[in-house]
């Protein structure tokens, strides 16, 4: 038995993304030489975004900083904003790249769930589809589940809240998030990890360290014995997770899981190479999602096209057909060898049953 799938990689997913990571590392750079942009606005349909660009910006540097970081965009400059557009080709090459993206990290999780002899391969040189086939799987629902999972983890700060809903949270800001900012929400569970509702909280838009960063994730348990999931950071992540820890001792900050806020602990101390995310997680659950973190990130979102399901039956009466059919062949071949042959069909036959034991 097995598992046949075909999936549809979001690539519209990718390019947003690409646009977001553009937008926001033009306002971190322009803030590195003491430049202060405006808010900035994506317009993925148009594979562009822009950017306020306030009264007295040096413009000079400003531009000086998109020659050298941003190769790949079309610079339109304007009295009150400037836009940034995507090349020619560089739309296609985002979107192949997200789909041999998805491919590897599919790849990854399977081989960590050690399905036998899968197949994983792209349908078409420049299509957007995943052919799966995965034979005898036990459990295909959660197979499926470990495979279409983003998993896309994130640290940041946290600017404000906990806050039961969001309008109580934007008060603070005038009723609208402030530039490098973002409304996020998490279950609120009780002690015993059932769901008490949602809390909302306004965090960082930049992220202090990813998934991207993660060196090993494994299942682990609290003091409690409560699963989570343990995790350590290549070396660069750990300097910068350490300083950023260090200097915000006091202050929370959330562990962010596909847009979802996990937990928002209060930073006791300096954390420098691991740390853990604690969930109330089930231990299956637990183990699902350091396989996923450890396979790394989708890059954008799947949906499935096509989904069938082979049981063990027919399986195991697909084995027994074909062994029958290869007993029946050899039988066959053996009786034409003596028939037509007589004795040097004998020697053949011989010869070809003692190979067959040296094989064996």
């Known amino acids: ?7 549809q990689v979001q690539t519209d997913d990718a ?24 808010a900035s606005a994506v317009e993925a349909e148009s594979l562009r975004f822009s950017v306020e660009i306030p009264p007295g910006t040096d413009r000079e540097a ?15 400059t304007g009295a009150g904003s400037w836009t940034l557009a995507f090349k020619a080709n560089i739309e296609r090459i985002i979107r192949d790249q997200a ?10 999780r399977v081989d960590e769930f050690g399905v036998a002899e899968p197949l994983i391969q792209r349908q078409g040189i420049e299509g957007d589809r995943i052919l799966i086939q995965l034979p005898g799987v036990d459990d295909p629902e959660r197979v499926k589940r470990i495979i279409k999972s983003t998993a896309f983890l994130e640290f940041k700060e946290v600017m ?20 490098d900012g973002e ?31 993660l060196r090993s994730a494994r299942r682990s348990q609290d003091e409690y014995g409560m699963p989570n999931v343990q995790f350590d950071l290549v070396p660069s992540a750990a300097d910068k997770f350490g300083e950023y820890t260090g200097s915000h001792i006091g202050t929370p900050m959330a562990i962010v899981l596909d847009g979802n806020v996990m937990s928002a602990p209060t930073i006791r101390a300096r954390i420098t190479d691991s740390g853990v995310i604690e969930g109330n997680y089930s231990v299956e659950e637990a183990e699902d999602l350091a396989l996923i973190l450890r396979a790394g990130a989708l890059p954008a979102s799947i949906i499935y096209l096509e989904e069938r399901t082979v049981g063990p039956s027919l399986g195991h009466d697909s084995i027994v057909r074909g062994v029958r059919a290869a007993v029946a062949g050899l039988l066959a071949v053996m009786l034409f060898m003596m028939v037509y042959y007589k004795l040097s069909g004998l020697n053949a036959n011989l010869a070809l049953v003692i190979n067959l034991m040296i094989l064996m």
């Open 1 to 7: 038995g097995g598992v046949h799938l075909v999936l």
């Open 62 to 76: 400003l531009e000086e900083i998109v020659g050298n970081y941003f190769p790949d965009y079309d610079l339109s």
């Open 160 to 179: 404000q809240g906990p806050a039961p809903d969001r309008q109580s949270l934007l008060a603070g800001y005038g009723g609208k998030a402030p530039a």
């Open 99 to 108: 789909v041999r993206q998805g491919l590897e990290t599919i790849n990854n």
């Open 15 to 38: 390019i947003k993304a690409e646009l977001d990571d553009a937008a926001q590392l033009l306002v971190s750079l322009a803030a590195d030489r003491d430049i202060t942009l405006g």
């Open 183 to 213: 409304v996020i929400s998490g279950n609120r569970t009780g002690f015993s990890g059932e769901v008490l509702g949602r809390s909302y909280y306004m965090v960082k838009k930049s992220s202090i360290i990813t998934g991207r960063d």
